[in-house]
C-alpha cells in the first residue's frame, strides 16, 4: 500500500482532543447550562423575561435565527454550486461547509422554538397553520433544508466511513460504528453509480431550496408593512447577506482545524487565498444590495421611513449599524483587494470581523423597525418603545451560539474534516480505490 | 450518643406529621364561590336560567371556572325537581335552558321559583343561589305612520294583561354591540307599550334592519329580549369576505392556487428526498461484487 495514501488517511482520520479541545468543549457546555437555566427560567415565567413587548415583539432571538439561517445557505455555495461548477480546489473545504450547514440549521430551528411564548402548543403550528402564511412557508422550508442538509453531509460521507472502518481496526467500538455508518460501502461499480447519481440530484437539488429558506425568511419580514422592511428586493439582498455570513463562517473553521489538527498539508494558502477572493466578491455584491435597500428610501424619504433611516444613520442605533457596514464589509473589502489580506491569519481576522457584523446586521434589520411602525400603538409606557435585550435573552442566545459551535466540535471529533476518497482520488492513487474494495 | 439519635429521629418524625397535617388542612380548605343567577328570556328563542360565579383567590376576585352546579325548580309544597347541571366556563359563566314544561305554572302559582347549587365541589365550599321571577312577554313591530318609521313594544304579564312603568331598551343589532336608539331608556305606558321614532335612514346589509327590544334584569320578570327585522334600512351590499377562499381564511378556506402550487412544489423536493434516503438502502443491500 502506498506511504502517502497511509500517511493521508492518518493525516485525516478524526482525532481525540487534545487538552485545548477538552477545555473548549467544557467551556461551550458551560455556556449552554447557563443559556438552559434562562430557557427555564422563561418557560415557567413566559416572555416577560425578555425585553420584548408590544412593539419589538422579536428581538434577538429573531436576529440570530436569521444569522442561522444565513450561515447555513454556505453548504450549498461551497459544496453544490462550486461541485455543479467543476470546481475541484473547493473539495477539502466541502466537509467543513456541509458541517456548518447542518450544525447552523439545527440551531436555527431550536431558536425559533426558543422564540415560542408557549413551546408545548407547537403542534398546533402544524395542525392549525395557515398556508398563506410565510410563517408557515419557513416551517416548510426549514425542515426541507435541514433533511436535504444532512443527506448532504451524509452521502460523500460513506466512502470514508468504510475507509475509516478499516483505519480504526483495532478499536471495536468506533470501526462497528464506522462499519455501520458505511452502509457496507465497497466502491462497487453499482454502489458508484447509485452514489454518483444521488449526489448530482443532491447538489441540484439543495440550491433552490437553500435560495428558498433564505428567501423565505426574507418574506417573513417583507410581508409586513413597515418601514425598512417594505422592499422588494429583500429575498436576494438577505441570500446576498447570507454567503457573506456563511462563507466569513467557513474561513474561521478552516483556519481553526487547520490550526488545531495541523492540516497545512491539505487546507493550503492557497485556499485561504481563494476563499479570500469569494468573500470579497460576496461582500462587494451584498455592500451592492445594501445601497439599494438604503439609498432609495434616503432619496423618497417619506415620513416614516425617515424617522426609521435616521435612527439607523446618525440615531440611537447609528453605530451598530456604521459598524456593522463599515467594519463587517467597507474595511474587509479593501484589506481582502490585497494578498496580505487572504493570508490565513489575515483572512481570519477579517472573517471574524465579518462574521460579527452579519450578527448585527441581523439585529439593525429586526430591532429599530420594530421601533418605529407606520401605525403607533397607543396607551403603551414610554419604556416600551425601546428593546433591550435582557441578561437571560443574552444567555440564551450565546447558548445557541455555543450549541451551534458544540454540535461543530463533536461532528469535527468524528468525521473526517476533509474528505478522504475524494482527496485521494484527486492526487491520483489507485490505493485509495483498493482500500475502499475488499 | 444514643439520646442524641433519639432527639433528632422524634424531631423528624414531629416534622414530618407537622408537614402533613399541614397538607391535609390545605387540601381541605375550600373556597366560597360568589354566585349571581338571572332568568333571561328572548322570545321566540330560549329561556334560560344564567349563572355567574366568583371567588376571592390570590390575585382578587377571579372567575369560578369549571364549576358544577345543580339546577332544581322548587315545587309548590316546597320539594324540590332536578332540571339540569350545568358548569361554569372559562369567564365563570354557565347557563341551563328552561324547557316549556319548566316553564308552565302550577295550579295558583304566579311566581317561579328555582335554586342553583354548588354540591359535593372539591375546590368550592356547598352553597346555594335562588332566583325568583314571573314570567312576561315583549312583543315588537315596525311601523309606517305618516312615512315615518316607528318600532313599537308592547309587555305584558303571562295572562296578557299591559305592564306599565317598566323600563325598556331600544336599538339595532350590530356585529359586537348594539346600537342604542333615541334615549337609553322609555317607559311603559298604562297600555304596556313604548313607541320609538326611527329618524336616522340607517344601512343594513340587503336593507334589513333587525332591532332588539329589551327589559334588562328587572326583579320581577328577569331579562326579557324580543327581536324584530323589518326591510326599511338602505340596502348595502354585503363585501365580506367570509366564506370566500382568500389570503386571510381559515385553513379550510385556503384559496385553491395556494393548495396546489405549494403543495406541487413540496412533493417536487420531496419525492427525490424520499428518492436519496431509498438509494441508501439500495447501497447498503448491493453485493459485493456486483
Known sequence: MNNSYTKLVSDLAPRKFSWKGNVWVVFLAIIVLVGLYSYIQQLRQGLVVTGMRDYALWGIYISNFVFFVAVSLVGSLITAILRLSGVHWSTPLTRIAEIIAVAAIIMAGITIIVDMGRPDRMLNLFLHGRLQSPIIWDVIVISTYLAISLLFLYYPLLPDFSILKKHFQENKYLNRWYGRLSLNWTGSKRQMNIYSRSIKILSVLIIPVAFAIHTVTAWLFETTYRPGWDSTNFGPYFVAGAFVAGSGAVVIVMYVLRKAYKLEDYITDHHFDLMGKILVMLCLLYLYFNINEYLMPTYKSTEEEAVHLRSLFTGEYAWLFWTAIIGGLVLPVIVLLFRWGRKPLPLFIVSLAVVLGAWWKRYVIVIPTLSHPFLPIQGVPQSWHRYQPTWMEWSITMATLALALLIITFLVRFLPIVPIQETAEERQWPDSIQTTRP | ?290
Do not use: C
Not at chain 2, 243 to 262: A, E, G, H, N, V
Open chain 2, 1 to 290: 450518643m444514643r439520646t442524641i439519635s433519639n432527639y433528632r429521629l422524634l424531631f423528624l418524625l414531629g416534622v414530618n406529621l407537622l408537614s402533613i397535617i399541614t397538607s391535609v388542612e390545605a387540601q381541605d380548605k375550600k373556597f366560597r364561590a360568589r354566585v349571581s343567577a338571572q332568568y333571561v328570556k328572548i322570545t321566540g328563542k330560549e329561556s334560560s336560567i344564567r349563572l355567574s360565579a366568583k371567588y376571592r383567590g390570590e390575585d382578587g376576585f377571579e372567575p369560578a371556572t369549571g364549576l358544577s352546579f345543580n339546577v332544581y325548580k322548587v315545587i309548590s309544597d316546597d320539594s324540590l325537581f332536578l332540571i339540569g347541571t350545568t358548569t361554569t366556563n372559562d369567564a365563570g359563566k354557565a347557563k341551563v335552558i328552561l324547557t316549556d314544561s319548566d316553564n308552565k305554572y302550577s295550579s295558583g302559582d304566579t311566581i317561579f321559583n328555582y335554586v342553583a347549587r354548588i354540591e359535593n365541589n372539591d375546590k368550592f365550599e356547598d352553597s346555594e343561589t335562588s332566583i325568583s321571577f314571573s314570567d312576561a312577554n315583549l312583543t315588537a313591530e315596525v311601523l309606517s305612520i305618516d312615512s315615518t318609521y316607528q318600532i313599537k313594544g308592547v309587555l305584558t304579564d303571562h295572562s296578557g294583561n299591559p305592564l306599565p312603568g317598566q323600563l325598556l331598551t331600544v336599538g339595532l343589532q350590530r356585529f359586537y354591540a348594539p346600537l342604542h336608539i333615541g334615549d337609553e331608556f322609555y317607559e311603559t305606558d298604562e297600555n304596556g307599550a313604548v313607541t320609538v321614532p326611527l329618524n336616522e335612514p340607517m344601512p343594513a346589509v340587503d336593507g334589513i334592519l333587525t332591532f332588539e327590544i329589551s327589559l334588562n334584569e328587572s326583579d320581577q320578570y328577569g331579562t326579557i329580549q324580543t327581536l324584530v327585522s323589518a326591510p326599511i334600512g338602505i340596502p348595502v351590499k354585503d363585501e365580506s369576505t367570509f366564506d370566500q377562499r382568500t389570503m386571510w381564511s381559515p385553513p379550510t378556506k385556503t384559496p385553491y392556487y395556494l393548495l396546489i402550487f405549494p403543495n406541487l412544489i413540496i412533493l417536487g423536493v420531496w419525492v427525490p428526498i424520499i428518492i436519496l434516503v431509498i438509494n441508501l438502502f439500495r447501497i447498503s443491500k448491493t453485493k459485493i461484487n456486483s
